[in-house]
């Protein structure tokens, strides 16, 4: 019994991170990449004023 229960860690183990590896790399936001790039934008026109001007 206890060679079976030595055997189902890494079962366990490999579940579990399965399912992390599935719950990490799911898509969060559709729309979101859009916002970050338009946001981008918006910083480097800052920059880009902030260096012209000295």
């Known amino acids: 019994m206890a060679a079976l229960m030595w055997l189902l860690i ?11 590896g599935t719950w ?3 898509r969060r936001h ?7 790039l338009s946001g981008y934008a918006r910083f480097r026109e800052v920059m ?6 000295s």
């Open 48 to 53: 880009d004023k902030s260096n012209s001007g």
């Open 24 to 26: 990490a790399g799911r």
């Open 10 to 20: 890494p079962v366990v183990a490999a579940v579990g991170a399965a399912l992390w």
């Open 30 to 36: 559709k729309a979101g990449d859009v916002n970050e």
